[in-house]
């Protein structure tokens, strides 16, 4: 595995790879690599000549009073963990590599990006859309690789790739939990046992309303109320939202026949967690 920390030597070898035809799978991360990130990787894998990771804890995406010193940077396991997976490149850029000194150009996405976490973070997804266009300038993928664990995110960055025209496939795949069901999260790192217990919550209020919605439920108040007991019964008490949506557009108002996403983000101690099921009709 080529690691790179310089975006001259990146380009340096991505140029000959695009020369030779061949078709390269990105996958963006913050680190503190898990399961749900090596799921990227493995698919990317499979549909890609070269498989390209890069691990940058974005400053911009993080907004005042939140975790980015704190959050969790392992490079030397994470290292490891792409090699042992049979990844091509490692990208891993100091900050000035992504902004240079004055930057003053940043990519906001209106609609999909103003409500939930876009409403209990501001400028998160400023902050978002604006490094995955550096990264995808930087890497020129054939093929990009999101996981739905991050939902909104993913809406963001397919209406960004869409209104952009920018020639990149955007493929997203599906959350990857513990066994206990807990969503896997580099965040999880920061959980205390106790806490790490009570988290569980999220995954059961979504599989409750989950049962409820194969009952025949469809009221978004008592979906959401069915989640919104499981978090309260494990003492969560810092929700930023638990909401329904059309799974397609996020709009408020789910359409007849169409497919739900139920969506949570709570606090558990110092951690923010997000969470989601989708239903089918
Ligand atoms: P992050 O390092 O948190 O920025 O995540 C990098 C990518 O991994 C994003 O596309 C996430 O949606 C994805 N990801 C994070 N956790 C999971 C998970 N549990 N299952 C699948 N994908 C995930």
Redesign the pocket.
């Known amino acids: 595995m080529r690691v790179f920390d310089n975006v001259d030597e990146l380009r340096a070898w991505r140029d000959p790879c695009r020369a030779a035809g061949e078709k390269v799978g990105f996958?963006?991360?913050?680190?503190?690599?898990?399961?749900?990130?090596l799921?990227?990787v493995k698919r990317a894998r499979e549909e890609n000549d070269r498989v390209v990771v890069s691990i940058f804890v974005n400053p911009t995406q993080f907004g005042p009073g939140e975790d980015f010193e704190v959050y969790p940077r392992v490079p030397e396991a994470d290292r490891a963990l792409l090699e042992a997976d049979g990844v091509d490149a490692l990208f891993l850029p100091p900050v000035e590599a992504i902004y240079p000194e004055g930057a003053q150009t940043g990519v906001t996405v209106s609609g999909v990006s103003l409500g939930l976490c876009g409403e209990s973070r501001p400028g998160h997804f400023t902050g978002v859309a604006t490094v995955v266009t550096i990264l995808f300038n930087l890497t020129a993928p054939d093929r990009a690789?999101?996981?739905?664990?991050?939902y909104q995110?993913?809406a963001v960055i397919c209406r960004m790739v869409k209104d952009l025209a920018m020639p990149v496939e955007v493929v997203g795949?599906?959350?990857?939990?513990e066994p206990d069901g807990l969503?896997?999260?580099?965040r999880n790192a920061r959980l205390t046992p106790d806490e790490r217990e009570t988290a569980l919550a999220l995954n059961r209020g979504l599989t409750d309303a989950e049962e409820a919605w194969s009952a025949g439920e469809r009221e978004p108040a008592k979906l959401e109320g069915i989640a919104r007991a499981a978090l309260a019964a494990a003492g969560i008490e810092r929700i930023d939202y638990v909401t329904l949506r059309e799974a397609e557009t996020l709009a408020e108002a789910v359409g007849a026949g169409k497919a739900a996403v139920l969506l949570i983000a709570a606090h558990v101690g110092s951690v923010r967690l997000i969470d989601n099921r989708t239903f089918r009709t």
Do not use: E
């Open positions: 996958i963006p991360t913050m680190g503190a690599l898990h399961a749900g990130h799921s990227l690789y999101f996981g739905l664990k991050d995110q993913f795949l599906p959350t990857v939990r969503a896997m999260s580099s």
